[in-house]
């Protein structure tokens, strides 16, 4: 069974701990179970009811109206909201119970209609990216159950992949070829499957290796395929010292190739890298660099 200490609401939800315990005190919106030592823990179902009530109290809802809705009434209504072209948060809250519940049908809810009204490269930017860091906080605090987890990045690799597919042009005249991969023991590849879209919508061929490719092999499909740049993603496999060393190396080994580098991890690395090594912040920075590349 998963528990979650009070702080662990807090960060989940934004709701503050002392708020958390006022609400249920006064309306006992949530009632936490004990351990045998007497320590206040809370379930699924209250992280659930939480993250409904701050996506509705968000949109002035005040609280003592939101504890005489009936149940179904609050799933209406936060669906209702979810369904706002610009409220990222109560979708990325309708995602995080999604997930909870291993609801597909959910999650193809609130995600279509975000497409539908967004489009896809900001639903995905806007909605998944931040939603993805919502998990990555669970797994940080130990809330998030690995099936949970499995189940939900599994339905956004889907997507993705079925974008990638959809793009269906040949690539445009000049265009320019990308191997992407992830270093070994790498295997969170949803940020390099949305790079993979993002240059294949832009006319570019990629070459996409994937998850935990081995140096060795790397440097040999190299001297086997004519490739312009190379594209790799940095999330958690080398800890934030370790990835100077490894970009070092991948510099000297592809020579004057340019290297493009993104993810959470690399925002850490404070020392200088090689020039060949290229830092992307954010999407809409390499869509523009994409655009210097003609």
């Not at 002392?18 to 007497?38: A, F």
């Not at 909605?127 to 990045?153: D, M, R, S, V």
């Not at 889907?158 to 005249?173: F, M, N, S």
């Not at 570019?204 to 395929?225: A, C, M, N, T, W």
Request: glycine content about 6%; aromatic content about 10%.
């Amino acid at each position: 069974m998963i528990r979650y200490s009070i702080n662990d609401l807090e960060k989940i939800t934004g709701i503050k701990a002392h708020t958390i315990r006022m609400w249920e005190k006064r309306y006992n919106v949530v009632l936490p179970e004990r351990t045998s030592t007497n320590i206040r823990y809370y379930q699924d179902c209250d992280l659930k009811k939480l993250l409904n009530i701050s996506t509705l109290n968000k949109h002035g809802f005040k609280i003592s109206q939101i504890i005489r809705m009936d149940p179904e009434e609050v799933n209406e209504k936060v669906v209702e909201l979810s369904g706002s072209a610009n409220d990222y948060e109560s979708q990325i809250n309708s995602l995080v119970v999604s997930m909870i519940e291993l609801n597909e049908n959910g999650f193809n809810k609130v995600l279509s209609s975000s497409i539908l009204k967004m489009g896809f490269e900001k639903t995905v930017t806007h909605i998944l990216y931040p939603f993805l860091e919502k998990i990555g906080l669970l797994w940080q605090i130990g809330t998030i159950n690995p099936a949970q987890e499995h189940f939900i990045t599994n339905l956004i690799r889907q997507k993705l992949i079925i974008a990638i597919d959809g793009q269906t042009d040949p690539p445009k005249e000049g265009g320019k070829t990308f191997l992407l991969f992830l270093p070994e023991n790498e295997l969170h590849e949803m940020g390099l499957l949305f790079y993979s879209y993002l240059l294949k919508k832009s006319g570019h061929k990629v070459i996409y290796l994937g998850q935990s490719v081995p140096f060795d092999d790397l440097v040999e499909i190299l001297q086997i395929r004519e490739t312009d740049y190379l594209f790799t993603y940095f999330v958690a496999a080398l800890a934030p010292k370790e990835i100077p060393e490894y970009l070092r190396k991948l510099s000297k080994a592809v020579k004057n190739k340019k290297v493009f580098v993104t993810g959470l991890q690399l925002k850490e690395v404070k020392e200088e890298l090689p020039k060949n090594i290229i830092p992307v912040e954010n999407a809409e920075q390499f869509k523009e660099m994409l655009k210097e590349i003609g």
